[in-house]
């Protein structure tokens, strides 16, 4: 840190629990659930974030000399690429070809987790800047000798922030949807093209004529049970689509009883028994729609339950948006329309360094012209459409 301001000290924890949740939510806030201490406790705990899945904690703790925590970044050591959503293989392996070592590398990160939000946490009021929190993960990087770091689905405000202090910058594309103060499902549906409106309208007769029942449970309503199922689903989906099972089971059973009433699961139920289900998380102003799995052919099911029903919540609860997490171009026709997400890069090699930031430079117009494209396809009335 620059020597003519005040004292600080910058840590590094291989343990979450070694700050106080206190501590570090009074940094992180409580707007986003995936930076809370419960959220990364959780992941820690279980064994999803650790040796096990190559996440190892690297927590950065910027304190003053008082010891208080003004700034905080949950930051992992990687030796891999895979669980960030955020793909940077080909610099890896350009950098390999030319003899460097782009492994291991720190990652600011929610782990398995594609949702925006803060990755630079400051406590307000602190005095601490962006690029001042920034430096001391350089710094941190350059002792430990690795290649880099990354701030992945940081915010907008941060991006622009780590831009101007020299990192790199990468836009990315997912499909949110806004809630333009509706005040129910067909309000939502009124403000639809007429096409548009009748295709949702069958979706959702044709999903709730399968004979299920539709449950949303929250907070203590979840049991052990429901959580049994649903990583039976969870596990599912992962085979079928030849991932790797990040989550353990334990993860999901820690989640419920560290963040509570934050967590929603969407439940399919046929004779009493579950058949499908999709986990969300509730933040300040936001639902996170985040896995999902189903055991059996229900027609429409998964649109019913990760995205009406996620609809259906957000209204429900005043919620501004509802984010229902990477990629769907299938997600424009249901009302989620494609918005621009954020990552920072500072990588320590000047030629891979330079290389990247001409790679980005050309990839960021056409980020932004896919989305204008895309935007085009939008099921939302316009000007002199009758509806």
């Not at 429409?300 to 919620?319: K, M, P, T, V």
């Not at 290389?355 to 932004?368: G, H, K, N, T």
Request: charged residues 25%.
């Amino acid at each position: 840190m620059p020597d003519d301001g005040p004292l600080l000290t910058l840590t590094l924890h291989p343990k979450i629990a070694e700050i106080s949740p206190h501590e570090w939510d009074a940094c992180a806030g409580d707007e986003n659930p995936f930076v809370s201490h419960a959220f990364l406790s959780a992941m820690e705990d279980s064994g999803s974030a650790g040796p096990r899945t190559g996440w190892l904690p690297q927590h950065a703790a910027l304190r003053d000399g008082d010891g208080v925590l003004l700034a905080a970044a949950p930051m992992y050591a990687k030796s891999h690429s895979y669980g960030e959503y955020v793909f940077d293989h080909g610099w890896a392996n350009a950098f390999d070809r030319a003899g460097g070592d782009y492994y291991p590398k720190l990652q600011v990160a929610s782990p398995f987790s594609p949702v925006p939000g803060p990755r630079l946490l400051i406590r307000p009021g602190s005095g601490i800047a962006v690029d001042g929190l920034a430096a001391a993960l350089i710094q941190a990087c350059r002792q430990l000798k690795l290649s880099s770091v990354h701030a992945t689905f940081c915010s907008e405000a941060e991006w622009h922030a780590l831009g101007e202090a020299g990192w790199l910058q990468r836009l990315g594309m997912q499909f949110h949807w806004e809630n333009a103060g509706y005040t129910c499902f067909e309000d939502f549906l009124g403000a639809m093209a007429s096409r548009k409106r009748k295709v949702l309208r069958r979706e959702r007769r044709d999903a709730n004529a399968c004979g299920l029942d539709f449950r949303t449970l929250r907070g203590a309503e979840i049991e052990e049970r429901h959580w049994n199922a649903f990583y039976r689903f969870y596990r599912a989906t992962v085979d079928r689509k030849w991932g790797s099972a990040y989550l353990t089971r334990s993860f999901f059973s820690l989640l419920s009883q560290r963040l509570g009433d934050r967590v929603v699961l969407m439940f399919a139920e046929a004779d009493g028994k579950p058949v499908a289900g999709a986990l969300n998380l509730v933040g300040a102003d936001t639902l996170y729609g985040r896995n999902w799995g189903c055991e059996g052919d229900f027609p429409f099911l998964h649109f019913e339950l990760c995205y009406y029903r996620a609809i259906d919540f957000a209204i429900a609860h005043g919620l501004k948006r509802v984010e229902a997490g990477a990629q769907g171009q299938h997600k424009i026709q249901r009302g989620y329309l494609p918005a621009r997400t954020y990552s920072a890069h500072w990588i320590d090699n000047s030629g891979l360094s330079r290389a990247v930031d001409r790679f980005l430079a050309d990839e960021r117009p056409s980020i932004d012209a896919d989305i204008a494209a895309l935007s085009e396809m939008s099921p939302f009335r316009r000007g002199g459409d009758p509806g």
